[in-house]
């Protein structure tokens, strides 16, 4: 899920940055409005979450001109003094709004429920030979057998099963699974892989997480050699 977070407090906006990452998130953040404006009009997220009070661009001016473009959900932040504000906000095209401060789990479950909304087509569950992923759960098994994963070690599989098939170099894991901000360490994502394979490959018969030297990684079946 990629996801623009539009918040000028820093403490809240490195709060979401590192929980939303965390989930497997891809985050972008926006200091101001008009950082934000940029964005969201320039590149398409799945969701916005949307500060009400921004220097530069107030929320409801951003939304609205970001209304005559794009559908993207918004969610709005409100502080609880301006409650008032929600209805301009709803009326403005917001989809949804949470009043300040927030746990970060009901911002997860609204998030997930406006995606929801807005692709129904997209699969829950991915398969890649016997392994199974279901995204919506955040669950993962082989052969009936559940796997336990780390929140980064589920990130990781589900970036690996939705390009199964497909080369990935490290960059470009690292890019989709710890962000374009992420000081790409390819250490890190060798470590992660290693990891990873214990989980999902090594207690069973048949590797399906492949190194291709060189070059990257790949999930994928292959025929017994
Ligand atoms: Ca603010």
Redesign the pocket.
């Known amino acids: 899920m990629k996801v623009l977070v539009v918040?000028?407090?820093l403490k809240i906006a490195d709060y979401l940055y590192k929980g939303l990452t965390e989930q497997g998130c891809s985050v972008d953040l926006a200091h101001d409005g008009l950082d934000g404006q940029h964005l969201a009009l320039e590149v398409d997220y799945d969701v916005i979450v949307l500060?009400q009070?921004?220097p530069g661009l107030d929320g409801l001016a951003l939304l609205k001109s970001l209304r005559t473009a794009k559908d993207t959900p918004v969610i709005m932040l409100t502080a609880r003094d301006r409650i008032e504000d929600r209805v301009k906000g709803l009326r403005a095209g917001a989809d949804d709004y949470l009043v300040k401060p927030f746990s970060f789990m009901e911002l997860l479950a609204r998030l997930q429920a406006l995606t929801r909304r807005g692709r129904k087509q997209e699969a829950t569950e991915l398969h890649v030979g016997d392994l199974v992923i279901d995204l919506l759960a955040r669950k993962a098994s082989r052969n009936d057998r559940r796997i336990d994963l780390t929140a980064k070690e589920f990130a990781l599989l589900s970036v690996l099963a939705r390009h199964q098939g497909q080369i990935l170099s490290k960059t470009a894991i690292a890019e989709m699974v710890w962000d374009v901000n992420f000081d790409t360490n390819a250490n890190v994502v060798e470590v992660a892989i290693k990891r990873l394979r214990a989980k999902i490959d090594a207690p069973f018969k048949t590797g399906l997480l492949h190194t291709v030297r060189g070059m990257g990684y790949v999930l994928e079946e292959r025929p017994a050699p």
């Open positions: 918040e000028d407090e500060d009070m921004l």
